[in-house]
């Protein structure tokens, strides 16, 4: 077994114990501590020594809720997050279809016309007017809403269907290109089928590992939304993972029954099931989430709820019973007041049933958890629920959200995760990956700063660094059942930890979170960078 110590100015731990040295294997971490006292430890003497000077060292990070193949699809589309007009847009599009064959997919993401000056979404007749013959499709940043020029509306058999509410109609009745929720799955499957290989989606995956690897994230909960065109194929981190290609441990999460059906973290260390994702409502920026009262700017809109309550309790209640993790998105406060009342329900239910010898039933996680009162607050403490939030949300949505909520922002209804910290909810972190940015310490730095382009966005909601850590360190293993053996550095646990080239407790400005990774470590083997002696 060969051993490696390192020293460095501090090794934040994730928990109260503190040390500037550490000896580790492959098999896990042996020691770490005091330097002397690491020094004294028997494995030292044949240990191979790396000092790093002022680096600090913290436990591998974890990105929460990561549309992981998604990300490496869209690697191969158009990032139209630039366009500032409809005008800028159709360019981006039409340089596209210059270098593509007459069959090719167009394909392009990241579509936010809320911050244009005039923040109308584009339809199929805008799409048409390039005059190319390419289907063309366009996914707005919160993916909930997707476009299609007409050649691809006929190439999905949606140019005629006018009997769906997800599918959107023009003033003449008929289709108008644009696909909200659950439809979109069949436009972005046909798209896939026609536009991938599979040796295509393996080199691109491979890619986006070693981006997240360069970010000091050992850990990545992969959650599939193919109902929204955002799938998670297993079998292909297997393949990478044989290819010795797999720089992160994969926890995935679907919006399709497990069959066979599965307890959560069926698997291994490495690639695991952990559990069913559903979906209540939709997005903010397309207004499909739902809301208890009117949208500020759409008051005959509140939104969509994509399920019944009695419904929902009969899902949870199944998957309590098969120890099976759910992940529910929630952003609206009405689709979450139905998750609490469909949760207290499902507690009810399970009260007489007899699980399984060694059943640990892991919390439900609310995801995005952006809307929610005081009172809901209260209601998820009493639940035991634990939520997954997206900090960057700070930044790309400031301008949007007070449009859609009005005095709701004022009243701190959304974005409000310290006052979810101090009632005892324990959060997660996530990038929602491609929606937001991949690097988590953005998210971090957002937490922390709540810097937003017009200065901060509610002051007394910042979160001191350490929380800001916890939520993607040592919270994310405790929330899924795997905290004792990772997520925090200590003996015997996994040595999964990322080098910071600079001290971010000491050394940073106000306001400002520095964390420029120079070594990823996964299983005691360095992924990213290297451990120089």
């Not at 991938?196 to 970010?215: I, K, M």
């Not at 399709?256 to 952990?274: C, T």
């Not at 004792?484 to 979170?513: Q, Y």
Request: glycine share 8%; hydrophobic share 40%; aromatic share 6%.
């Amino acid at each position: 077994m060969s051993v490696t110590f390192i020293g460095c100015k501090k090794i934040w731990t994730g928990s109260s114990q503190e040390g500037d040295a550490m000896l580790f294997s492959e098999e896990g971490i042996i020691a770490v501590g005091r330097r002397e006292d690491v020094r004294a430890h028997p494995a030292y003497g044949a240990s191979r020594k790396v000092e790093l000077g002022e680096s600090v060292v913290v436990p591998g990070l974890s990105d929460c809720h990561i549309h992981l193949l998604a990300y490496a699809k869209q690697k191969l589309f158009v990032d139209v997050s630039g366009a500032r007009s409809k005008e800028e847009l159709l360019g981006m599009l039409a340089a596209r279809a210059r270098d593509a064959a007459p069959d090719d997919w167009v394909c392009a993401f990241n579509l936010n016309e809320a911050r244009w000056s005039v923040p109308v979404m584009p339809t199929a007749r805008d799409l048409d007017a390039l005059g190319v013959p390419n289907p063309i499709l366009v996914q707005r940043t919160c993916t909930h809403a997707t476009i299609l020029n007409t050649a691809a509306m006929k190439r999905c058999g949606l140019d005629a269907v006018t009997s769906r509410k997800d599918v959107l109609l023009g003033d003449d009745g008929m289709p108008n290109g644009i696909l909200v929720e659950e439809v979109q799955a069949v436009a972005h499957a046909k798209m896939s089928s026609e536009s991938f290989t599979r040796e295509r989606l393996l080199d691109s995956l491979a890619r986006c590992l070693e981006e997240t690897a360069s970010y000091g994230l050992t850990t990545l909960y992969a959650c599939g939304a193919a109902t929204l065109g955002m799938e998670e194929q297993m079998d292909l981190y297997q393949e990478l993972r044989e290819r010795g290609a797999l720089r992160a441990r994969i926890f995935s999460y679907h919006d399709e029954p497990a069959l066979p059906p599965m307890a959560s973290v069926f698997g291994d260390r490495q690639i695991a099931y952990q559990g069913h994702k559903l979906f209540l409502d939709g997005s903010l920026g397309a207004r499909t989430a739902a809301l208890s009262e009117p949208y500020s700017d759409a008051p005959s809109e509140t939104g969509m709820l994509l399920h019944e309550t009695d419904e929902l309790a009969r899902t949870l209640t199944g998957l309590r019973e098969r120890g099976t993790q759910a992940l529910v998105h929630t952003i609206g406060d009405a689709a979450l007041e139905q998750l609490l009342d469909a949760a207290e329900l499902a507690t009810e239910n399970a009260k007489s049933r007899t699980w399984g010898i060694g059943v640990k039933y892991p919390p439900i996680i609310v995801n995005h958890c952006m809307i929610v009162r005081p009172d809901q607050i209260e209601r998820m403490k009493k639940l035991g629920l634990a939520a997954t939030v997206q900090p960057t949300f700070v930044f790309s949505d400031r301008v949007m959200a007070p449009q859609r909520l009005g005095d709701r922002i004022d009243k701190r209804w959304a974005y409000v995760w310290k006052s979810l910290i101090d009632a005892g909810i324990r959060l997660n972190g996530s990038s929602d990956c491609p929606i937001e940015p991949l690097n988590p310490w953005l998210a971090i730095r957002a937490a922390v700063t709540r810097e937003a382009q017009d200065g901060v966005w509610m002051p007394e909601q910042r979160l001191p660094l350490d929380e800001a850590l916890r939520m993607y360190t040592v919270n994310p293993a405790v929330n899924s059942g795997s905290d004792e053996w990772r997520g925090t550095i200590a003996k015997g646990k996994e040595a999964d930890f990322a080098v910071l080239e600079e001290d971010i407790f000491t050394s940073r400005e106000e306001g400002r979170v520095p964390a420029r990774v120079t070594c990823t470590v996964l299983g005691g083997r360095v992924v990213y960078g290297e451990l120089e002696e």
